[in-house]
């Protein structure tokens, strides 16, 4: 084919040229538009045919066909048996002739205007043939797209239609493929309203007039194969809707998309070959309740700014395995059109954003993760979608991804649309979407944003503004069948793959197995962890406080452990509690410079104590003091030795790296989480001293102190209960040490368990707590 004129910018992220009334055309010289497929001479034929007039469609299906509203143009165009021979009609606009092409046969077809080329031939067969395009000063010859039968099974619409297609990813949308031994792309599209759906891209100049779809039945799914057409076409859906308009959308389906603000999608394929395979195998060996699980969670664009997914790879696996940190958690990556919505208003639900490169480049980033043996977890975000004209909101004319309510659609909080969980496609369209995350790019785990929101129909809606449920209750029964779907299909396709919830209130049995049904008449959400927003928010109000006034709230630090066993949970420090004037998490503690870094590494050391796995967000590591701005991400410069403080950083990095190392090392610390009998405390009431101490056990029984002194003063002898069974105890941690910062109070050496009763034992210890420090102590 020769080489495609320069279109010009469309205003959809694409490129075309415009006419006057908005159709795309080609450029003025040569006035032709080359069709898919590969361009080739062809050779002299071996003899011409007769062709005779073809019967002229109805005025309807002609005016149907040419406006992109016809559900079924395979019926109109490509070779079809009537009364003596066959009949052939090819719609190519623009085009100065058609000739039907095969094997001892060259037939010119005759123009019908618009475009259309038909004529009948004295053929019994239809046989193997392919169009020669004429545009002019260039020819083209491609097999025609209208002669294949549908590229999609029966069975795949079935089970689309019921809700239950599991790969729903092979079935539609843009796919590279082989049909009937011909090369190209196949496209389907899900739009049960639409009148007719064109494709549109760069193959055919933005200008779908001769790429219409045909609609499969009542399975609302549109097909078409494009013959010729490969990986990195970009293309989009041309709709009519049910009121006769039009609209262009990206496809729901994409698997790849152009870089935002373009909003094309883009046909891909993949030829990542994997290297976890030890990984995979390994990963699902222990259950994650009771294994070390300590996440690193990182927005990606802004980790280290400009970066690609392949670039990433060479630092960030390194950056986290140098940490001790057992998993990663990314930020949504799913593609999204507002970078300051940091991913969580997706509008491409199966495609990595592409600001950082191709899909198989993401592939390349979690593949490095994994063989460096850090897990990948990703935030995925199924409670709403933007309201972009080119995305899902009504995207066939009417609600279709989102209830038909406008009230109940309209995500209030966020000026987004919620999804309709109860339409079983829906369902079924994010179902999938977890299973392809976790199968196609070998994700760990799906950290679910905003359950509480999808679960509640009354969330952040004001009393009429909303409608119960059929029994009369707030729950969103639909949101609470899709979710337990969702968690009960990812652990029996995935084997080890950790589902967790974002959720903020007290809903009962989010971490419960969805076959156990609890005291509210529902069985579990089927979630493996669940995030525990209430520790984070009384915990971080203690801290906040100065410390002659923490007395007062000595609860808010206890509390957590009444309700610890009642789900499985990860401690979380997320970005949610850095931004929006939150301040930054050394810069949330009160005193100065020196006090606020001690209030930190304290408060690290008892979070890495407490029941639970851990969660911590970038740049907390090293205790950064400004808030996170997705603009420019960490401040790395506070680590550059050039910079006066940098060893005070430093040293919270260093801290950081021992607690992991220490976790890892300590079974107690992980291993019974999820078991009350893992922990007991030593005192809890030791409020007048801002002291809270307690014992972890391991499933053998082995204990480890862990005791916080949140006042600024050093306590010296003081007292612990502890077991009698153990005779002398090691310090382990001291996040008061010199080497983190610290002011480098410790005690003299092992301390030896006494016969001194104390806090309801028989023995004790008598310890030296540094100021505004955790100290661990292990069995010596």
């Known amino acids: ?49 007769g062709v005779r007039p073809a019967e002229p469609l109805s005025a309807e299906d002609r005016g149907r066909l040419l406006a992109g509203a016809h559900h079924d143009p395979h019926t109109l165009l490509g070779a079809h048996p009537v009364p003596g021979g066959l009949l052939f009609r090819a719609l190519r606009p623009f085009a100065r002739g058609v000739t039907v092409v095969a094997p001892g046969l060259r037939a010119p077809l005759r123009s019908e205007g618009d475009g259309l080329f038909a004529g009948v031939l004295p053929l019994v067969g239809i046989p193997d043939y392919e169009l020669l395009v004429d545009y002019g000063d260039t020819t083209a010859t491609v097999p025609d797209p209208y002669r294949f039968l549908p590229s999609v099974g029966e069975l795949d619409l079935h089970l689309f239609h019921e809700g239950r297609h599991e790969e729903l990813w092979r079935a539609l949308g843009a796919r590279v493929m082989t049909h009937q031994g011909v090369a190209g792309t196949r496209f389907t599209v899900w739009a049960p309203n639409a ?19 045909r609609s499969l039945g009542a399975s609302g799914v549109w097909e078409l194969f494009l013959p010729g057409l490969g990986e990195g076409e970009l293309y989009k859906f041309e709709i009519t809707r049910p009121d006769g308009s039009t609209t262009v959308r990206a496809d729901p389906m994409a698997r790849r998309t152009e870089c935002p603000p373009a909003t094309a999608s883009v046909v891909d394929a993949s030829h990542h070959t994997w290297r976890d395979a030890d990984w995979m195998a390994r990963r699902g060996e222990r259950p994650v309740h009771a294994a070390p699980f300590s996440v690193y969670e990182v927005h990606l664009p802004s980790w280290r700014p400009g970066l690609t997914y392949r670039q990433l790879a060479d630092q960030l696996p390194a950056y986290v395995k140098d940490l001790g940190f057992t998993h990663v958690e990314f930020m949504p990556v799913a593609e999204h059109p507002f970078g300051g919505s ?21 592939r390349f980033l979690i593949d490095a993760l994994h063989r460096a043996g850090i897990g990948v977890l990703m935030d995925w975000v199924p409670a709403h979608f933007p309201r972009d004209d080119w995305a899902l909101a ?34 079924n369209f994010l179902v999938a ?41 707030r729950e969103n029964l639909d949101a609470v069948a899709f979710l337990q779907e969702m968690n009960a299909t990812v652990y029996r396709r995935c084997p080890g793959v950790v589902t967790v919830a974002e959720e903020s209130t007290a809903w009962d049995g989010v971490t ?12 579990g959400l089927g979630f493996g962890l669940k995030w525990n927003m209430g520790w984070m928010h009384d915990s971080l109000g ?16 206890t509390f957590s452990m009444i309700y610890a066993y009642s789900e499985n949970y990860v401690l979380p420090i997320s970005h949610d509690e850095v931004v929006h004037g939150k301040r930054a998490l050394v810069s949330k503690m009160p005193g100065d410079w020196w006090q606020q870094r001690a209030n930190h590494r304290a408060y690290l050391g008892f979070m890495w104590a407490h029941p639970g796995k851990q969660l911590l967000f970038m740049g907390q590591e090293f205790a950064q003091g400004a808030e996170w701005a997705e603009s420019h991400g960490p401040d790395w410069w506070l680590l550059d030795p050039s910079y006066g403080a940098a060893a005070d950083h430093r040293g919270v990095r260093d801290l950081v790296r021992e607690l992991n190392r220490r976790y890892a090392d300590t079974p107690a610390l992980w291993e019974r989480d999820t078991d009350p009998a893992g922990f007991s405390w030593i005192d809890a009431g030791a409020a007048d001293d801002n002291v809270f101490s307690f014992l972890r056990y391991a499933a053998d029984g082995t204990p ?53 009763p104390w806090n309801g034992r028989r023995t004790s210890i008598a310890a030296v707590l540094p100021p505004l420090a955790t100290v661990w102590l292990l069995p010596a």
Not at 395 to 421: I, V
Not at 464 to 473: F, K, L
Not at 714 to 726: F, I, K, N
């Open 512 to 523: 419960r197995a969805t076959h156990h049904v609890g005291p509210g008449g529902f069985g």
């Open 394 to 427: 009504e995207f066939d004319g009417r609600p279709l991804y989102e209830p038909g309510d406008p009230a109940r659609a309209a995500h209030p909080d966020w000026g987004t649309l919620e999804f309709d969980y109860g339409r079983t496609e829906v369902r």
């Open 433 to 473: 979407n977890a299973v392809y995350w976790c199968e196609e790019f070998h994700i760990d785990g799906l950290r679910v944003d905003a359950v509480a929101s999808m679960l509640y129909l009354d969330y952040s809606r004001e009393d009429g503004g909303w409608t119960p449920n059929v029994h009369g209750g």
């Open 342 to 362: 940091w991913g969580y208003q997706v509008t491409g639900f199966y495609a990595p954003t592409a600001r950082m490169g191709t899909p198989d480049d993401f």
């Open 542 to 557: 203690y801290v906040e406080k100065e410390p002659v006034h923490r007395r007062y709230h000595h609860g808010e630090m």
């Open 1 to 49: 084919m020769t080489a495609r004129p320069s279109p010009a910018t469309r205003q959809d992220g694409g490129r075309s040229a415009a006419s006057p009334s908005g159709r795309p055309v080609p450029s003025p010289a040569p006035a032709a538009t080359p069709p898919p497929g590969t361009a080739r001479p062809t050779p002299p034929a071996a003899g011409d045919r």
């Open 704 to 756: 480890l102190v862990s005791v916080t002194n949140f006042s600024p003063v050093v306590r010296q002898g003081y007292r612990l209960g502890v077991p009698g069974e153990v005779p002398v105890w090691r310090e382990v941690l001291n996040t008061d040490a010199a080497c983190f910062g610290g002011g480098g109070v410790a005690g003299p050496g092992p301390l030896k368990t006494e016969p001194v």
């Open 195 to 213: 009148r007719g759906v064109r494709v549109v891209g760069n193959f055919n100049y933005w200008d779908g007039t001769g790429s219409p779809m």
